[in-house]
């Protein structure tokens, strides 16, 4: 389900809607659709989508389900070591593996996938193949589809509060690292020019880290446009109020 939440932090945007959905802040994604900051006679402004499959909504009404005892015990298996053994150590990874490993094979390529890293309620995955490239694919959509399908998965498994991460040549850590450095250089434009950019479509993740990167900025905003998963981001000029 998807819920749309306000406040003038991110912080309090966040917190408002753990408190009204009745869910631990790990239990849902985030994206940043609108970023106002403050100014001398302005009040900051955040807006935020909640994206969480956890519950089923008609209208106003929120209804949630009580997690199950199997997703519930699950959680507990997973209260290990972050980075350590890469071989599955209990039967949801084994299976997580196989199935990841079945689904690249499907699609015609070889691959292994081994446990990247474990925490309460994410799982890491890492695929190791010579066409990672491919099953990258641009700006990583390939990635992303199969990490899609790996979560649907986890929940047919009775792990719907488990979120799998999908990577491959550490892809995830590069193109982090090259956003934040677009983030920054299309800021520097758009400062210069006193003109708005929009950025290219990107998933949820890349949109907030976008977002997260320039909130610090006092006279560059950020704004979410567009429908769909594949969203853009416009960073505008404001000036200092």
Do not use: C, W
């Not at 001398?40 to 989508?49: D, R, T």
């Not at 015990?73 to 997973?78: I, N």
């Not at 299976?95 to 690249?104: A, C, D, P, V, Y």
């Not at 996938?113 to 799982?123: D, G, P, Y």
């Amino acid at each position: 389900m998807v819920y749309e939440f306000e406040g003038r932090t991110e912080k309090e945007a966040i917190d408002r809607a753990a408190e009204e959905l009745g869910l631990q802040k790990d239990d849902f994604d985030v994206e940043i659709l609108e970023n106002q900051r403050s100014g001398l006679f302005k009040k900051g402004f955040v807006k935020i989508q909640v994206h969480t499959n956890q519950g089923e909504g008609t209208g106003n009404q929120r209804v949630f389900t009580e997690p199950s005892r199997e997703g519930q015990a699950g959680a507990g298996q997973f209260s290990q070591a972050v980075f350590g053994d890469p071989d599955p150590k209990n039967p949801f990874e084994e299976k997580m593996t196989s199935f990841m490993e079945g689904l690249i094979s499907a699609m015609g390529y070889a691959g292994k996938v081994s446990i990247l890293f474990r925490e309460e309620r994410k799982l890491g995955l890492k695929i190791e193949s010579e066409y990672s490239s491919i099953l990258i694919g641009k700006k990583g959509k390939n990635l992303d589809a199969l990490q899609l399908l790996a979560n649907i998965y986890a929940g047919r498994q009775g792990q719907e509060d488990m979120r799998i991460i999908l990577d491959s040549e550490n892809y995830r850590i590069r193109r982090e690292e090259s956003l934040v450095r677009l983030a920054y250089t299309v800021a520097d434009r758009v400062r210069e020019n006193r003109n708005s950019i929009l950025l290219e479509p990107m998933n949820p993740f890349d949109r907030r880290l976008i977002h997260t990167t320039l909130n610090d900025i006092a006279d560059v905003e950020t704004k979410s446009e567009g429908e769909g998963l594949y969203k853009q981001v416009r960073v505008f000029y404001r000036g200092i109020r």
